[in-house]
């Protein structure tokens, strides 16, 4: 196999220019974007990034969960490819960079390659993976752990967003529901770049996370019942407040979540009054929680801490509170291998670097228990995601991608 030189680079004004050109799907007032999986706004950019990978000169293939891949031939089409990617959802006031850099980086590496003239040994294939999200539709990278096995491709397509509408017919409406069955293309490995989503690389002035875990998450779904009674003429010693009640639960998250730190966080994201009225005692509250941390045990503790305070506030209080686990994903422990691979690529590229443990969930994850896979985190501004204020530079967004690129070589080979 012949060796390219790491003097090989992306063009970062190029994969700069995509990164904005599809920042345009989905815009929001505030410079973020809103695109969530199967609307609209996701066939937008699904349909732009299907011709530019057709103009590079890829086979694009859709499977039953509308996952697309993009796939680069290589010399030796016998060998599983090295699969690159992330995703191209985001969340309801997301950023342009979430998912976005690893799948346009991946696209920008095989447009480098493409000008160069390189042939890989191995083929490699470009994935966007469905709603990695999780906030249209329940749980985030439901895709992937259907691709993985996690799931059967049944029971996600009848997983049903808040309107009421299935993955199914949401495939449907945008046309992407594809006929390669789930998890039928496999992979010899798989490589995401992603913006790190936290403080640490920006504070310590590192360009690259070589990414080596992946926290444990734990989503839960909850409701709170009390009684709806009026709010003019209920003493208040007689009530059985669902809000208040839900009150006590918000901060006993962020209680037990600090208490079992440092290395755990905890979050009641949405919280849905059933009929609110301004005179109406709440009677019954919906609510999710995201507990999060990179030690199993831990989160089995939260667990059990989250039970026995819910149980007395709810007695306290007369109210019912009932939870349940609606997705565990295991810490993820990342192939030493790859990781090494990573590390050995930013070395030559001269990046400075950390090992880093992921606070987000990604679909590199789920491939994780099927594949060697790996991650390459590159800082955002502040730390901050899941915001349309989100932010990276072009500088590090290109490192990140010249990473990726030399990774994806240093599996695939270069045929001679
Ligand atoms: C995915 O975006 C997550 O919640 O980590
Ligand atoms: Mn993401
Ligand atoms: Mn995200």
């Not at 920042?23 to 937008?44: H, I, M, S, W």
């Not at 831990?298 to 509170?321: G, K, Y």
Request: contains cysteine; negative net charge.
């Amino acid at each position: 196999m012949t060796k390219i030189a790491s003097n090989l680079q992306i063009d970062s004004t190029r994969l700069w220019g995509t990164i904005h050109e599809t920042a345009k799907f989905g815009a929001t007032a505030k410079g973020g974007v809103r695109r969530l999986t199967l609307g609209p706004e996701d066939k937008q950019v699904r349909d732009w990034f299907r011709k530019a990978c057709e103009a590079a000169g890829l086979e694009v293939h859709i499977d039953a969960l509308g996952s697309m891949f993009a796939l680069r031939r290589g010399r030796d089409m016998s060998k599983p490819p090295v699969g690159l990617g992330s995703h191209l959802d985001t969340q309801p006031t997301g950023g342009k960079f979430d998912g976005v850099l690893g799948t346009l980086a991946a696209l920008e590496v095989v447009r480098t390659l493409n000008d160069a003239g390189i042939e890989t040994e191995i083929p490699i294939c470009i994935v966007n993976w469905t709603n990695e999200e999780g906030s249209r539709f329940a749980p985030a990278t439901m895709a992937s752990a259907a691709y993985a096995g996690e799931y059967s491709t049944d029971n996600i397509l009848a997983r049903k967003d808040a309107s009421g509408m299935s993955v199914g017919e949401a495939l449907d409406s945008i046309g992407y529901r594809g006929s390669e069955p789930v998890g039928q293309r496999k992979f010899g490995a798989f490589v995401e770049l992603h913006i790190e989503q936290g403080p640490l690389l920006e504070a310590e002035r590192k360009t690259i996370g070589v990414v080596d875990r992946g926290q444990g998450i734990a989503w839960y779904d909850g409701k709170i019942t009390g009684f709806e009674s009026h709010a003019g003429t209920t003493p208040m010693p007689l009530r059985r407040d669902a809000l208040a009640a839900l009150s006590e639960v918000v901060l006993a998250v962020e209680r037990i979540a600090r208490a079992r730190g440092p290395n755990a966080v905890g979050t009641v994201g949405e919280a849905v009054i059933a009929a609110p009225s301004r005179n109406v005692i709440p009677g019954e509250i919906a609510f999710t929680m995201d507990i999060r941390s990179p030690s199993s045990e831990t989160l089995e503790a939260i667990d059990s801490d989250l039970r026995s305070t819910f149980a007395e506030i709810a007695t306290r209080r007369r109210v019912e509170i009932g939870f349940e686990a609606i997705w565990r994903k295991p810490p993820t422990i990342f192939n030493p291998r790859l990781v090494d691979a990573v590390e050995s690529a930013t070395k030559a590229l001269g990046y400075s670097h950390r090992r880093i443990t992921s606070g987000a969930g990604h679909d590199a994850c789920n491939l994780a228990n099927i594949v060697p896979a790996a991650m390459i985190f590159v800082p955002c501004k502040d730390g901050v995601s899941h915001n349309e204020l989100e932010d990276a530079t072009q500088t590090d967004c290109a490192a990140g991608a010249n990473t990726l690129m030399h990774t994806v070589l240093a599996l695939a080979g270069v045929a001679s």
